[in-house]
């Protein structure tokens, strides 16, 4: 069947434009779109002058399957993505057991497939266990599906071992993708090193550990020439380093989470352990050079970095409680914070949470064009809210943003042209 999306506001993140027009779906793809006289269609959704963007490829999701399916699982996260307008979903390989075998592999994309009504592209360990002493077997992971290797926040320190891994993956054009972080330094921390650190008496980072452990793994991308994706950059202290790999060519992008755009380290207040991620919660100088290096291009995605916690692992003094946020149906709301603020436009967040992940991982997705998939979502940016962590899709509530007032309210999400939220 074929449907016509009219009287919406188009988002497109390769023009870089917001223009009036609509858009023709037919089997599961987009077979044209543009402004004036819409052409025929079976079926006709009048949008209502909101927005139409690509729908956000969010790479760096954690699913507690295997494992920690208390905490989160495929159905779940499923749902919560597309409550939230994420189409596609790049999971993390550090499960219990961590994703390292093509076997494991196979187990959570046949999960996926049962279970999530978005899509699912599973990301593999880039050591076996992730504990950085044997490089898993790459060929066999990427022949079986995975999109990237990487070790997640378990930083590899033995470099000789990473940088084998990386040659490896380079002679088969893998993605491998790094937390930089230096590990020693920044073992046990729970916030940024400065005033408020010493105030509060919670045990600190300087970000210049994030800025070291850059430097070392760029080093190595320029000894390799391996494809390299930094993960979570949070510092300005690391942005020359980044600058500098882009300017000799090297086959680099770097992401940034939503958090660290639009929250900084003072929001941790009283000891509020839902604001406790990794890396912590920078300062407002971090922040604001995040969000410049977002808008001149220097950082290329945003993503959640949803890591769903259960109320046993939050609820303990801050120093003990774990890290990480949910953030796959706040990630559209706190990336309108940006837009609201002008600070970044809606082609820039687009093309940051849809375009460019799709382009680095090679995917068709994250476009208005014909013949993209009609991975999309409708959404209306200036819709206010108060966010109540306990309407959620996810099993884990552990979001900062609880008792927030937002705006920006997702209306429909179609992946392939059909709804899994909202109805035409």
């Known amino acids: 069947m074929s449907l016509l999306i009219e009287n919406a506001r188009l988002v497109d993140p390769e023009a870089r434009t917001v223009a009036p027009g609509w858009v023709l779906v037919e089997h599961g793809k987009i077979a044209a779109s543009g402004s004036g006289a819409a052409p025929q269609a079976q079926q006709v959704h009048d949008a209502g002058g909101k927005c139409l963007a690509p729908g956000i490829v969010d790479i760096g999701v954690k ?14 996260a499923g749902r919560a993505a597309a409550a939230g307008g994420v189409t596609t979903v790049v999971t993390r390989p550090d499960t219990l057991p ?8 196979e187990f959570v994309t046949r999960r996926a497939n049962e279970a999530a009504p978005v899509n699912v592209l599973p990301m593999a360990a880039l050591t076996k266990g992730r504990e950085g ?35 490896y993956a380079r002679s088969l054009d893998a993605l491998v993708m790094t937390h930089p972080q230096e590990p020693i330094l920044s073992r046990g ?21 994030e800025r070291m452990g850059l430097e ?45 755009l639009t929250l900084n380290a003072l ?26 290096a977002v808008k001149d291009g220097l950082i290329d995605t945003i993503s959640s970095f949803h890591t769903p916690q259960d109320e046993e692992s939050k609820r303990l003094p801050y120093e003990e409680a774990a890290s990480g946020a949910v953030g796959l149906e706040t990630l559209l709301p706190a990336a309108m914070r940006l837009y609201h603020a002008e600070l970044l436009d809606l082609p820039e967040l687009f093309a940051a949470m849809a375009l460019n992940p799709a382009r680095r991982l ?3 997705c994250g476009r208005l064009a ?19 962590r306990f309407k959620l899709n996810s099993k884990s509530k552990n979001t900062p943003f609880d008792g927030a007032r937002m705006q920006g309210k997702v209306l429909l999400t179609l992946v392939a042209g059909v709804p899994v939220h909202g109805n035409l």
């Open 63 to 76: 699913i507690g399957e295997p494992g920690e399916r208390h905490k989160e699982s495929f159905r779940t």
């Open 98 to 105: 961590a994703i390292d075998t093509p076997e494991a592999l």
């Open 133 to 167: 002493r044997e490089m898993v077997e790459i060929g066999f992971l990427r022949d079986a599906g995975a999109v990237a290797f990487t070790d997640c926040d378990s930083v590899v320190t033995d470099t000789k071992v990473l940088s084998r891994a990386m040659t």
């Open 189 to 209: 921390a729970a916030v940024t090193s400065g005033k408020f650190a010493t105030l509060k008496g919670l045990p600190a980072v300087s970000p210049m550990a």
């Open 216 to 260: 070392r793994d760029l080093a190595l991308v320029e000894m390799t020439g391996v494809r390299h994706h930094v993960d979570a950059l949070s510092t300005a202290a690391a942005l020359p380093a980044l600058a500098r790999a882009k300017s000799a060519g090297l086959d680099v992008t770097a992401g940034v989470n939503i958090h660290h």
């Open 267 to 292: 929001d941790v207040g009283d000891y509020r352990t839902f604001f406790k991620i990794k890396p912590p919660l920078r300062d407002e100088d971090d922040r604001l050079a995040m969000v410049q």
């Open 362 to 364: 090679g995917l068709p």
């Open 370 to 388: 014909p013949g993209a998939p009609a991975d999309l979502v409708l959404f209306d940016p200036d819709a206010p809210f108060v966010l109540d």
